[in-house]
């Protein structure tokens, strides 16, 4: 019950700072000097009738408040409106969303599974060759930017011929059996994961090292090592419990970056996500598109941190009994 | 001690980096040899040929016999298409992809230009009488036969009634009057213009459609219309004339098409053509991008631009493609002067007095035009891939005035054009109009434009030993616009156009002095009665006339002249047009560039050998 008004109370919060969010992205776009019709109004072949109608049918002719009153009442009904092409900006991310969705969550799950355990077995083999070869490995993932990592394995690609020059499927994808595609997805798949996994995985890796560390050192493992509990016992029951608290925010904001982490590697591997669209949006002007995207951004991460929040609550006594006082 | 070694290593790694940057320069500046436009246009395209068979009238590949099957992949650079539809399109993507699918009733000759029948079997012109015979036998792809009511369908219930993009029906408007078109039999259409005009027929290069897949589209409004046959439609709701039908679109990744077993191009053995299975187009995000797939041999055609056309000489000696040049593009790069001598709203001019009496001074504008040097423009950005270009239309233009000559750069006329004028110099080389003002002014391009702007930094060093003060200003896109268009505070400007090779009259709204692009000249809606320069009175009556007259010496001669006009007057300055260079792999045959229509204009008859 408890937990249930907090929720409740958290979803009531997040309606201001949403109106806040929106108010902010829609003035900055508008007031940019970005004129989504200038291309138009350079071309020798398009006449004036043309642009009358465009900026009509843009509503680009409206203040800026209007404009966004307009948006903003569509939005509440559900209508995340039509793009500056006239197509539905609902289809334009549906197409898109489980691309990313695909990218990300095999990223995330991947460097989880690894990155956990290797933080895990670094802080329990502290100080031995073991950890120092991975403290140097997890060093150079975090310390390659993401962006020259991706444009270095798209040249190996090229050169070797190993894998495919960016993209998500082959162009005869259609007429594959279902374990050809699920190989050709999987062959596409493996360089932009690649990229995004030595990222996570790095910071994962030391994050949980460090926290182990931090309770390996605390006052009621060495009396659980005192009271002679066996050294598995000592780690697994009672100091991961408390080490794991950190990683769960991190958790949460994962959770948020699902459908926006990975921009800068899909544009590199012309993968077909939401970064590539929405950063071309940008570059147009195309309001009502970036604004469906900074929105859906922002609902991520508010969700993100609730459910962040309530696993915290879950795991940990004492911000249970913290939020009954 | 320790620090020291490090301090080395570091240095050591410094230099090796500037090293690699050192070396690259070396390779980007060695200019490539390419081949001479002449030699391609020496291998003689054999045009289709018309032939009835059965009673069939089909159209005849004159070109060799080749094989069935295979893929050709090329590439597209942005988001992919916005629709499938050809009459809804608005970028050139989308046009190209619904023009794979929808055949015309004419179309272009890729070597001479002229208008040649294509979906019709026939045409004649009779001054504003356009009689169009269709072909008998041949369907649709769902296999329904092509006759005089798609035709008139297309023309009357979505041109004329302006469904989708009414750019055609903006542009064919004459007096307030739109042409009429009436069916006469199953097979013959009858265009009538209300005054001769001759731009009308290349308009009839505009895709036809079916009128059983779009009649209940129409009838359902203007509305529904802009929707229908969008990018979400499944493909096999298309129905089409063209070579290519529509078999996949992957959003942000490709476009696949099929071939179209209905499709009328026989070859010379009697088998319905396209030789090609597929045709896929890859989306991709940028040049880099591009050229990697190409590298990676995951392309089969690209254009190249700059240094990557000396690399991929360089890497054609032993590989798998040719490097094919296709001679001057329809693109233009100008410099402009605002010669606006009006006042705006406030009663303050748009240009400072002191500034028009130069911009307005036909030997000012002469002498900065002998004052620029765009050989080396050329050589120097452009890498040696672009022609000097002198004329308003463009150097492959079919309308080119080629009594115009070119010239080098001649500082000393220009001193001697400036001097004519009473400008003067004082004693630290500054240039002095005859009002005692020294002459000094703005420099616009788009920032971002690394050409333009390159270009910007090589007018101004131009301009100044003349003894101009040039104040480079690169500013972003939009602002720009709205200097142009809207403010018209800017003195001078680089920009660039899109010409088109095959019809002048496609510039009228530059060259118009009531155009929405007179650009050197522009007059908003409260100026439009304003006094005109008699140069442009000039210009509005050729512009007119040209249009008018249909037969093609008549109309060269009121061309000719335009050319001749903006040539001595210098309103804009021509710079320079680009050379599209393109790489296609060996395997491909029957491959005959052309400078109108490229590599791939005749994709039905191309074959993998």
């Given at each position: 019950?408890q937990?249930?008004?907090?929720?409740?109370k958290r979803i009531?919060?997040?309606?201001?700072l949403?109106?806040?969010v929106?108010?902010?992205?829609?003035?900055?776009?508008?007031?940019?000097?970005v004129?989504?019709l200038?291309e138009?109004?350079?071309?020798?072949s398009?006449?004036?009738?043309?642009?009358q109608k465009?900026t009509?049918?843009?509503?680009?002719?409206?203040p800026?408040?209007?404009?966004?009153?307009k948006?903003?009442?569509?939005?509440?009904?559900g209508?995340?409106?039509?793009t500056?092409?006239g197509e539905?900006?609902?289809?334009?991310?549906?197409?898109r969303?489980?691309?990313t969705?695909?990218?990300?969550?095999?990223?995330?799950?991947?460097?989880?599974?690894v990155?956990?355990?290797?933080?895990?077995?670094?802080?329990?083999y502290?100080?031995?060759?073991?950890d120092r070869?991975?403290?140097?490995?997890?060093?150079?993932?975090?310390?390659?930017?993401?962006?020259?990592?991706?444009?270095?394995?798209?040249?190996?690609?090229?050169?070797?011929?190993?894998f495919p020059v960016?993209?998500l499927t082959?162009?005869n994808?259609?007429?594959?059996?279902?374990?050809?595609?699920?190989?050709?997805?999987?062959?596409?798949?493996?360089?932009?994961?690649?990229?995004l996994?030595?990222?996570?995985?790095?910071?994962?890796?030391?994050?949980?090292?460090?926290?182990l560390?931090?309770?390996?050192?605390?006052?009621y493992v060495?009396?659980?090592?005192?009271?002679?509990?066996?050294e598995?016992k000592?780690i697994f029951?009672?100091?991961l419990r408390?080490?794991?608290?950190?990683?769960i925010?991190?958790?949460?904001?994962?959770?948020?970056?699902l459908?926006?982490?990975?921009?800068?590697?899909?544009?590199?591997?012309?993968?077909?996500?939401l970064g590539?669209?929405?950063l071309e949006?940008?570059?147009?002007?195309?309001i009502?598109l970036?604004?469906?995207?900074l929105?859906?951004g922002?609902?991520?991460?508010?969700?993100?941190?609730?459910?962040?929040?309530?696993?915290?609550?879950?795991?940990?006594p004492?911000?249970?009994e913290?939020?009954?006082? | 001690m320790?620090?020291v070694?490090?301090?080395i290593?570091?240095l050591?790694?410094i230099?090796?980096l500037?090293?690699a940057?050192?070396?690259?320069?070396?390779?980007e500046?060695?200019?490539?040899?390419?081949?001479?436009?002449?030699e391609?246009?020496?291998?003689?395209?054999?045009?289709e040929?018309?032939?009835?068979i059965?009673?069939?009238?089909?159209?005849?590949?004159?070109?060799p016999v080749?094989k069935?099957?295979?893929?050709?992949?090329s590439?597209?650079?942005?988001?992919?298409?916005k629709?499938?539809?050809?009459?809804n399109?608005?970028?050139?993507?989308?046009s190209?992809?619904?023009e794979?699918?929808?055949d015309g009733?004419?179309?272009?000759?890729?070597?001479?230009?002229?208008?040649i029948?294509k979906?019709a079997?026939s045409?004649t012109?009779?001054?504003?009488?356009?009689i169009?015979?269709?072909r008998?036998?041949?369907?649709?792809?769902?296999g329904?036969?092509?006759?005089?009511?798609?035709?008139?369908?297309?023309?009357q219930n979505?041109i004329?009634?302006?469904?989708?993009n009414?750019?055609?029906?903006d542009s064919?408007?004459?007096?307030g009057?739109?042409p009429?078109?009436e069916?006469i039999?199953?097979?013959?259409?009858?265009?009538?213009?209300?005054?001769p005009?001759?731009?009308?027929?290349?308009?009839?290069?505009s895709?036809?459609?079916?009128?059983?897949?779009f009649?209940?589209?129409?009838?359902?409004?203007k509305?529904?219309?802009?929707?229908f046959l969008?990018?979400?439609t499944?493909p096999k709701?298309?129905?089409?004339?063209?070579?290519f039908?529509?078999?996949?679109y992957?959003?942000?990744?490709?476009?696949?098409f099929?071939r179209?077993?209905n499709?009328?191009?026989?070859?010379?053995?009697d088998k319905?053509l396209p030789?090609?299975?597929?045709i896929v187009?890859l989306?991709?995000?940028?040049i880099?991008?591009q050229?990697?797939?190409f590298?990676?041999g995951?392309?089969d055609?690209?254009?190249?631009?700059?240094?990557?056309?000396?690399?991929?000489?360089?890497m054609?000696?032993?590989?798998?493609?040719?490097?094919?040049n296709?001679?001057?593009d329809?693109g233009?790069?100008?410099?402009?002067?605002n010669?606006?001598?009006r006042?705006?709203?406030?009663?303050?001019?748009?240009?400072?007095p002191?500034?028009?009496?130069w911009?307005?001074?036909?030997?000012?504008?002469q002498?900065?035009d002998?004052?620029?040097?765009?050989?080396?423009?050329v050589?120097n950005?452009?890498n040696?891939?672009?022609?000097?270009?002198?004329t308003?239309?463009t150097l492959?233009?079919?309308?080119?005035?080629?009594?115009?000559k070119?010239?080098d750069r001649?500082i000393?006329?220009?001193?001697k054009?400036l001097?004519?004028s009473?400008f003067?110099?004082?004693k630290a080389?500054h240039?002095i109009?005859?009002f005692?003002?020294?002459?000094?002014?703005?420099?616009?391009?788009?920032?971002?434009?690394t050409?333009?702007e390159?270009?910007?930094?090589m007018?101004?060093?131009?301009?100044?030993?003349?003894g101009?003060k040039?104040?480079?200003?690169p500013i972003?896109?939009?602002?720009?616009?709205n200097k142009l268009?809207?403010t018209?505070?800017?003195?001078?400007v680089i920009?660039?156009?899109?010409?088109?090779?095959?019809e002048?009259n496609g510039g009228k709204?530059v060259?118009?002095?009531?155009?929405?692009?007179h650009?050197?000249n522009?007059?908003?809606?409260?100026d439009?009665?304003?006094?005109?320069?008699?140069?442009?009175?000039r210009?509005?009556?050729l512009y007119t006339?040209?249009?008018?007259a249909?037969?093609?010496?008549?109309?060269?001669?009121?061309?000719?002249?335009?050319?001749k006009?903006?040539?001595?007057e210098?309103p804009l300055?021509?710079?320079?047009?680009p050379i599209?260079i393109?790489?296609?792999?060996?395997?491909?045959?029957n491959?005959?560039?052309t400078?109108l229509?490229?590599?791939?204009?005749?994709?039905e008859?191309i074959?993998i050998?």
């Open positions: 019950m937990i249930l008004i907090y929720i409740l009531f919060q997040t309606i201001p949403l109106i806040i929106s108010l902010i992205s829609f003035f900055i776009i508008r007031l940019s000097p004129d989504p200038a138009l109004r350079l071309n020798p398009v006449s004036k009738e043309t642009l465009e009509e049918r843009l509503g680009l002719d409206k800026i408040i209007v404009q966004y009153g948006w903003a009442k569509s939005f509440v009904k209508d995340l409106g039509v500056s092409n539905q900006v609902s289809t334009k991310l549906k197409e969303i489980p691309n969705l695909l990218l990300t969550v095999v990223v995330i799950f991947l460097s989880w599974s990155g956990v355990p290797l933080g895990v077995l670094a802080a329990i502290w100080k031995t060759p073991f070869v991975l403290t140097v490995l997890t060093s150079i993932g975090m310390a390659i930017p993401s962006f020259f990592f991706a444009v270095l394995l798209l040249i190996f690609a090229v050169k070797t011929g190993w960016g993209g082959s162009s994808f259609l007429e594959m059996s279902f374990s050809q595609k699920f190989l050709d997805i999987t062959h596409h798949l493996v360089l932009p994961v690649t990229v996994f030595t990222l996570s995985l790095a910071g994962l890796q030391r994050q949980m090292r460090g926290n560390l931090d309770v390996l050192d605390s006052d060495k009396f659980a090592r005192a009271k002679g509990l066996s598995f000592v029951k009672h100091a408390n080490a794991v608290n950190p990683l925010t991190l958790l949460g904001f994962e959770f948020a970056g459908l926006s982490g990975a921009a800068l590697t899909e544009y590199v591997f012309q993968y077909p996500g590539r669209l929405i949006a940008v570059l147009k002007s195309d009502n970036v604004m469906a995207s929105m859906m922002a609902v991520m991460l508010i969700l993100g941190n609730l459910i962040a929040d309530i696993l915290l609550i879950i795991t940990d004492r911000i249970r913290g939020s009954q006082a | 320790k620090r070694i490090y301090v290593l570091v050591l790694i230099l090796g500037g090293k940057c050192i070396r690259a320069d070396v390779d500046t060695q200019k490539p040899v390419l081949r001479p436009k002449s391609i246009q020496e291998e003689n395209y054999p045009l040929k018309n032939v009835t059965n009673g069939i009238d089909y159209l005849q590949s004159q070109a080749g069935f099957g295979g893929t050709f992949v590439s597209t650079i942005g988001e992919g298409p629709t499938f539809n050809p009459f399109s608005k970028d050139n993507i989308s190209q992809m619904s794979i699918m929808y009733l004419v179309t272009t000759d890729p070597v001479t230009g002229d208008t029948p979906l079997k045409f012109v009779n001054g504003k009488e356009y169009v015979k269709l008998h036998g041949i369907k649709w792809s769902d329904r036969p092509i006759t005089a009511d798609d035709v008139v369908f297309t023309w979505i004329l009634d302006g469904f989708g009414t750019s055609i029906r064919i408007v004459i007096d009057k739109l009429t078109v069916k039999d199953n097979y013959t259409v009858k265009f009538v213009t209300p005054e005009f001759a731009p009308f027929l290349r308009m009839l290069s895709p036809i459609a079916p009128k059983h897949v009649e209940p589209a129409v009838k359902k409004g509305a529904y219309f802009e929707g969008s990018t979400n499944p709701d298309f129905v089409i004339s063209g070579a039908k529509l078999k996949e992957v959003p942000a990744q490709r476009v696949v099929e179209n077993p499709y009328y191009v026989i070859n010379k053995d319905k030789y090609l299975d597929k187009y989306i991709v995000g940028d880099n991008n050229v990697l797939k590298e990676g995951e392309l055609e690209i254009s190249l631009q700059g240094a990557n056309v000396a690399r991929f000489k360089e054609e000696k032993h590989g798998d493609f040719t490097v094919y296709i001679g001057p329809t233009t790069m100008y410099i402009a002067m010669m606006n001598n006042k705006n709203e406030k009663g303050k001019y748009y240009v400072d002191k500034k028009q009496v911009f307005q001074d036909k030997n000012f504008r002498a900065v002998y004052a620029i040097d765009r050989k080396n423009m050589f950005i452009a040696g891939l672009a022609e000097p270009l002198f308003s239309e492959n233009s079919i309308f080119l005035n080629e009594n115009l070119g010239y001649d000393e006329k220009s001193k054009l001097k004519k009473g003067r110099w004082d080389g240039l109009d005859k005692g003002n020294h002459v000094e002014f703005d420099l616009y391009t788009n920032a971002g434009n050409e333009r390159a270009i910007g930094v007018v101004k060093q131009d301009l100044e030993d003349l101009m040039i104040n480079f200003k972003e896109f939009n602002s720009l616009v268009m809207a018209l505070d800017w003195d001078m920009m660039g156009f899109t010409g088109s090779p095959l002048p709204n060259w118009l002095s009531d155009g929405t692009l650009i050197f522009q007059r908003l809606e409260k439009l009665n304003s006094p005109r320069y008699d140069f442009e009175k210009l509005d009556y006339q040209g249009a008018l249909t037969k093609f010496e008549d109309r060269k001669k009121y061309y000719d002249e335009y050319q006009i903006v040539y001595d210098k300055i021509y710079i320079y047009s599209r393109v790489a296609l792999r060996n395997k491909f045959q491959i005959y560039p400078s229509g490229g590599v791939t204009h005749n994709i008859e074959y050998k």
